[in-house]
């Protein structure tokens, strides 16, 4: 056992005490949560509350557990810097040089724990950022989301029409806030807005939010004329979307498209 009962008490004591940025997903903070726990749980975890409370308790100690501890925050540097929104040859030999120093510590202190692929994987990712830069343009916690959405989803199996329907829902939820607020609805009908944010509005900090704000003026919200940007087969879209409006205005108008 590494950390143990008591040290865990510890760690959810520090983490009452603390005060996250807003940005980052708060993990669940009492043992009896039965929750499985999210990729930003946890980050908040191993980034945040195990560095504030391990520090606290083994800071000052010079035998096993400050090696330990040493060895454990090799491990959270090399986090750090892979993370990072800029990338040079200098950031990657940095983030190889703790994390190999994490590997040989995990050999060293925990002579019974077994090798996992994952540990492998570590070595080759100073390939990848040369290769492909900052990983906030090709990590996969998008996906990772999207699999968690689609797991949650009651379905009948139907396989060849769910996927239209998933697609189909999604269209309309990304639609819907903008036309909401634009001047194509009437204004009685923004007062359904609270009733949307209840239904489909989830968590945005942590993962998600990163990746928005990675992205920077090409995450936002983008309204285009359709005018000017449908034509061809494309066209058959506007008329549909046209149609959309006219059924819940009972007024024909020239509409916008909507698009992130």
């Known amino acids: 056992v590494v950390l143990g009962l008591e040290v865990l008490e510890e760690v959810w004591k520090d983490q009452e005490r603390t005060q996250l940025p807003s940005f980052m997903t708060a993990a669940p903070k009492v043992a009896a949560d039965k929750r499985t726990p999210t990729a930003d749980h946890w980050r908040s975890i191993g980034l945040v509350h195990l560095v504030i409370t391990l520090i606290r308790l083994w800071g000052q100690d010079e035998r096993r557990k400050g090696d330990m501890l040493h060895n454990y925050m090799h491990l959270v540097t090399a986090i750090h810097i892979s993370n990072m929104r800029s990338m040079s040859n200098d950031k990657v030999d940095l983030y190889s040089y703790h994390y190999k120093k994490y590997f040989c510590g995990v050999l060293d202190l925990y002579k019974e724990a077994r090798i996992r692929p994952v540990h492998h994987m570590g070595f080759h990712y100073d390939m990848l950022l040369r290769a492909f830069g900052p990983v906030h343009s090709w990590r996969a916690w998008a996906f990772e989301r999207f699999n968690y959405t689609l797991q949650t989803i009651k ?52 993962t998600r939010l990163n990746d928005i704000l990675a992205f920077g003026d090409s995450g936002r919200l983008k309204i285009t004329h359709p005018s000017r940007r449908l034509t061809g087969k494309f066209a058959e879209q506007k008329a549909h979307f046209s149609t959309v409006i006219t059924a819940l205005t009972g007024v024909r108008q020239s509409g916008m498209i909507f698009t992130l």
């Open 155 to 206: 379905t009948n199996s139907k396989f060849g029409e769910l996927e239209m329907t998933f697609m189909n829902d999604a269209c309309h939820a990304a639609n819907l806030p903008p036309l909401l607020f634009s001047d194509m609805l009437p204004d009685a009908m923004k007062s359904l807005w609270p009733a949307f944010q209840k239904a489909f509005r989830s968590d945005i900090r942590g």
